[in-house]
């Protein structure tokens, strides 16, 4: 018999032994319902984690098990990869979780009361922002100056409506802007004024809006550092583990706000964030001097405008509006410098995205990005954000031109009350068309457009399984034709989202290998009655393998 030496034997014991510890889990969750966004292995029992990653997604996870390993027994909750949102203002949401609430004013009066108490609580002569009021709730009359400048004075009052394309100000601040019923309307904006007298109500439209918001002061550093947490916890409490972001604040200050937190080690939330595309150079120059950032903090989208919005009556139709026939919307941005900016950048390898609500939007866009892809042939996934009012004819373009439609699910079971005011049946059916778009192969993602709506997954995928609108007048479904899956509106908030961030190698799936993000729900998506999915709560949140919420 051949001698082996002793320390051979010992140091072959210890490297089993290492091995054997370096594959334990730090967390094993078991006794779960597990959908994974793997198509290969779709449901499981048990995951594994360790340190930032999941290292076993399955059934018999006592391999993992050591004797430090945290294991969770969560009694047949389920769980899914953390939410994804492809679309949010993220710090103005932060901002907004502090600022006056109008959402829930469903009288003038109580927009009134509303504003007045938040103003009384107003100790300096700071700027009253935020609101996201909706008109449509008290029948559709735009609320005035006269409403709020008995209970403002010589408060600045900058409130906007809920889909952020006009807002309301007081006399003040109409005084301070100099705009009188002289001023003439700005390209791509709209001044709202009295049919008798000409003056200005204080609603402002689109463009019209930066004639007021170029006199706010600028926020401090450590205002928008503290939005910026109030929106992770926020987020955290939403299953939410990463956000796209659009901006709020100019995209740029935005972006350095999160670099910031990133290099303080206060950033515990993935985020892909975008600047206004007409600054595309200097964005080219940041990506070529500092790449695009890392698995926590990313960058190099670009976010674009073509039209407004359906409820402010300024998104762009091929027909005009059914109650207000004599127009058809608006242009947000001068087509000409627009399609110059999508083409460069794209050709640049930039990633656009682009603001496009009505069908004639929705066209011309498609359009453009089908002649930037002709120019530079590389995987673009160009988004058309919104994409709310499609016109038949464009629905398959989606998928040929490999374009992604990122739409936001609240907004059918909003605008589902009214939209009939303003549009008829022929183009209702291509309105928030989620399930022609899916039946057509296209990418569909999901988000929600916070803080224009609620930053709730589990309330977007109601609303995409059910389309119950909010006033309950379509127990069925409003064009129920377009209602989609539980299992599809998953996959667009997970798996799809991933793609549409160029992230789907790292993130939008339980899967080994992949980063550990994921969330813990109350109750299984699958099982519950679909009119109850609403009411479903996230229990638990992890980000990058670590626990960073838990519903007490």
């Known amino acids: 018999m051949r001698y082996i030496p002793g320390y051979l034997i010992l140091f072959s014991l210890f490297f089993i032994s290492s091995c054997s510890q370096n594959s334990n889990a730090d967390i094993i969750y078991v006794n779960a319902k597990i959908w994974t966004g793997d198509s290969t292995n779709s449901r499981a029992t048990s995951i594994?984690?360790?340190?930032?990653?999941?290292?076993?997604v399955g059934t018999d996870y006592e391999p993992y098990k050591g004797t430090d390993t945290e294991v969770i027994d969560l009694d047949g909750k389920m769980i899914v990869p953390g939410f994804i949102d492809n679309h949010t203002h993220f710090l103005a949401g932060g901002y907004q979780l502090a600022a006056v609430n109008l959402r829930n004013a469903q009288t003038p009066a109580a927009f009134i009361n509303t504003l007045k108490e938040y103003v009384s609580s107003v100790n300096d002569d700071r700027w009253i922002q935020g609101g996201d009021w909706d008109h449509e709730a008290w029948g559709g009359e735009l609320p005035r100056k006269e409403w709020i400048d008995s209970v403002t004075s010589d408060q600045p009052v900058y409130v906007n409506r809920y889909d952020g394309h006009m807002v309301l100000v007081n006399s003040f601040v109409l005084n301070k802007a100099g705009i009188t019923k002289n001023t003439p309307d700005p390209e791509g904006g709209e001044i709202i004024r009295d049919s008798k007298t000409g003056e200005p109500t204080g609603i402002l439209k689109d463009e019209a809006m930066g004639l007021v918001s170029r006199f706010i002061p600028d926020a401090s550093e450590k205002e928008l550092d503290e939005s910026l947490q109030r929106a992770i916890q926020h987020a955290w409490e939403n299953g939410v583990t990463q956000v796209f972001d659009m901006g709020g604040y100019g995209g740029w200050t935005d972006l350095n706000t999160y670099r910031r937190a990133h290099a303080n080690d206060q950033l515990n939330l993935r985020i892909y964030a975008h600047v206004p595309i007409r600054t595309w150079q200097k964005l080219d120059s940041l990506v070529k001097n500092d790449g695009r950032g890392d698995d926590m903090?990313?960058?190099?989208?670009?976010?674009?405008?073509?039209?407004?919005?359906?409820?402010?009556?300024?998104?762009?139709?091929?027909?005009?509006?059914?109650?207000?026939?004599?127009?058809?919307?608006?242009?947000?941005?001068?087509?000409?410098?627009?399609?110059?900016?999508?083409?460069?950048?794209?050709?640049?390898?930039?990633?656009?995205?682009?603001?496009?609500?009505?069908?004639?939007?929705?066209?011309?866009?498609?359009?453009?990005?089908?002649?930037?892809?002709?120019k530079t042939k590389r995987d673009h996934r160009s988004r058309i954000e919104h994409a709310q009012h499609i016109h038949q004819k464009d629905l398959a373009r989606f998928a040929s031109l490999q374009v992604i439609p990122a739409m936001q699910p609240y907004h059918a079971i909003d605008d589902g009350r009214w939209a009939y005011k303003r549009l008829d049946d022929e183009r209702l059916k291509g309105t928030y068309a989620f399930g022609s778009l899916l039946n057509a192969n296209a990418m569909l993602t999901f988000g929600s457009d916070w803080s224009v709506a609620p930053l709730e997954p589990i309330t977007g995928i109601y609303a995409a399984v059910t389309r119950r609108t909010l006033d309950d007048k379509n127990p069925n479904g409003w064009y129920p034709e377009q209602k989609i899956t539980v299992e599809q509106a998953l996959k667009c908030y997970t798996v799809n989202n991933a793609y549409a961030g160029f992230h789907e190698n790292k993130t939008g799936k339980l899967k080994k290998g992949m980063l550990a993000d994921l969330a813990v729900l109350s109750h299984d998506l699958f099982t519950v009655d679909p009119e109850n999915i609403k009411n479903v709560q996230v229990i638990r949140t992890m980000v990058n393998g670590k626990e960073v919420f838990m519903r007490k």
């Open 48 to 56: 594994a984690i360790k340190d930032s990653l999941i290292v076993f």
């Open 297 to 374: 903090l990313r960058w190099g989208g670009l976010k674009g405008f073509v039209d407004g919005s359906l409820g402010s009556t300024t998104a762009w139709f091929f027909e005009p509006y059914l109650d207000e026939p004599s127009s058809r919307g608006l242009l947000v941005t001068d087509t000409t410098l627009l399609r110059r900016w999508v083409v460069a950048a794209d050709s640049a390898g930039l990633h656009i995205a682009t603001h496009a609500i009505g069908d004639q939007a929705i066209n011309w866009l498609l359009n453009v990005y089908e002649e930037s892809q002709n």
